[in-house]
């Protein structure tokens, strides 16, 4: 694994990992419940378990093969269980940008994270596209740039390119994708966005003691500057044109009775 990545398992354990993960799994618990089918499919972060309101009868946990346990060769022990207790185990190791599915085989794709973490996150969506059925939904998020907590991430980097020192408050891992620019993504991928919301509107604190005291942010922040929260969760729906999904036949149509036609007669 990735020495980036392994950090970000450890930040998931601190506690704004843990206000980020509860947010976001509230989030899934609403989302999930009212998408119908039969596949879905989790693509990444096993700490959530995006999947558990949803009754799909077939749900699959799938790891970026970026995100593999371990590498070849290496020691269980030299690499941190990147799956909490409770939480889906997965199963298959993929390449998030060649699925292992065929076209239009999925009905929800969640991607927890999954598109800052990846080197071509474009493809990564595109190759999305291709396994959701028309009409399927893919659930998307990420960290918001336009944040407190991105500002902070921002000012750190900076610093250290400077020679300054410091620590980043996000891990190293990824790139930030900001919501504007991934709703262009989508667009130009045929999707529809359903439903866009932000979360986690407390400061960069790392301590619980101080998450706690901020927790009135969250409140104000949802009311008074709704775009700026910490992550980002956007809903989108698969459209393709000229297509029109027909709902079942619930009764039958019965044919209506022929008219009764005048004989004319000689007498």
Excluded at 120 to 127: A, F, I, K, M, N
Excluded at 155 to 174: D, N, S
Excluded at 243 to 253: E, I, K, Q, S, V
Aim: proline residues 10%; contains cysteine; hydrophobic residues 45%.
């Amino acid at each position: 694994m990735n020495p980036s990545i392994i950090g970000l398992q450890h930040w998931f354990r601190t506690p704004p990992g843990r206000y980020l993960l509860d947010w976001e799994s509230a989030q899934f618990d609403m989302v999930v419940d009212d998408c119908f089918g039969y596949h879905a499919l989790q693509l990444g972060l096993p700490q959530l378990h995006t999947l558990r309101m949803n009754r799909m009868p077939h749900r699959w946990v799938a790891l970026p093969e970026f995100m593999a346990p371990f590498p070849d060769g290496a020691e269980a022990a030299d690499h941190p269980d990147p799956v909490p207790d409770g939480a889906p185990v997965p199963c298959l190791i993929t390449d998030a940008a060649a699925l292992p599915f065929p076209e239009a085989s999925l009905d929800l794709v969640i991607l927890p994270h999954t598109l800052e973490l990846s080197a071509d996150p474009h493809q990564v969506l595109r190759e999305v596209e291709r396994v959701l059925v028309p009409e399927g939904r893919v659930v998307v998020t990420g960290l918001n740039p336009a944040s407190l907590w991105g500002l902070k991430q921002g000012t750190g980097r900076l610093v250290q390119r400077l020679g300054l020192g410091g620590e980043l408050y996000l891990p190293e891992a990824g790139d930030f994708i900001g919501p504007w620019r991934l709703r262009d993504w989508m667009r130009l991928l045929g999707f529809e966005v359903e439903s866009e919301r932000f979360g986690c509107y407390r400061p960069a604190v790392r301590s619980e003691q101080w998450l706690s005291r901020m927790a009135w942010m969250d409140r104000a922040g949802a009311r008074w500057w709704p775009i700026f929260g910490a992550v980002y969760f956007i809903v989108a729906v698969k459209r393709v044109r000229g297509m029109r999904l027909l709902g079942p036949a619930w009764r039958p149509r019965v044919a209506a009775a022929a008219a009764p036609v005048s004989v004319a007669r000689r007498q």
